[in-house]
């Protein structure tokens, strides 16, 4: 497998387990790139900065970007497969929810970084959803997130494989019995 096809995505909306999936494909031993969003909110709340979701979309936006460009660019000489807790789109399809531009270097990115042509996306799951200090989105954002997801992964060439609804371990099993046919 080319490095490509090495970087598999998994997208969706708040709450819907993607990085339960992610944290436990780690645990198994797989290299995992973790979700940006989550890390520049960390960041920023640490040191009182305006690049957070409720202060500055276009800063939040622009912190991820640079966060998703060096996790795919780390990920030059992989050499097995590699889970990625969102990619590049993602920020895309957060500026069209919020309803902000998308600058022209963002998109070109997104089109030029690739990832498996095969993206996997999690469902809206009202029953494990939940609020948290870095997740401030209702049930309502979060299945609007999850419809902009999935309209902007095939709108840049990729095709999605959702989840199923089931634990962590079954996510997982299915999400690599996927990979190997």
Do not use: C
């Amino acid at each position: 497998m080319d490095s490509l096809n090495l970087r598999i995505v998994i997208t969706g909306g708040p709450g819907s387990g993607k990085t339960s999936l992610i944290e436990a494909l780690a645990a198994a031993g797989h290299p995992v790139e973790p979700e940006a969003g989550r890390a520049v909110i960390r960041s920023e709340q640490a040191i009182d900065g305006d690049a957070l979701p409720w202060k500055d979309r276009v800063l939040f936006a622009a912190r991820m970007t640079e966060r998703d460009k060096a996790a795919h660019a780390r990920r030059d000489d992989a050499r097995r497969p590699v889970f990625f807790d969102r990619g590049l789109p993602d920020v895309v399809g957060y500026l069209r929810l919020s309803g902000l531009p998308v600058p022209e270097m963002l998109d070109q990115a997104a089109r030029t970084l690739r990832y498996r042509p095969a993206v996997f996306i999690a469902p809206f799951w009202p029953e494990i959803f939940a609020r948290d200090a870095e997740r401030r989105q209702d049930a309502a954002e979060a299945r609007r997130t999850l419809e902009a997801m999935a309209a902007v992964y095939p709108a840049y060439g990729y095709s999605l494989i959702e989840l199923p609804k089931a634990s962590v371990s079954d996510r997982m099993a299915f999400v690599l019995e996927q990979l190997r046919s």
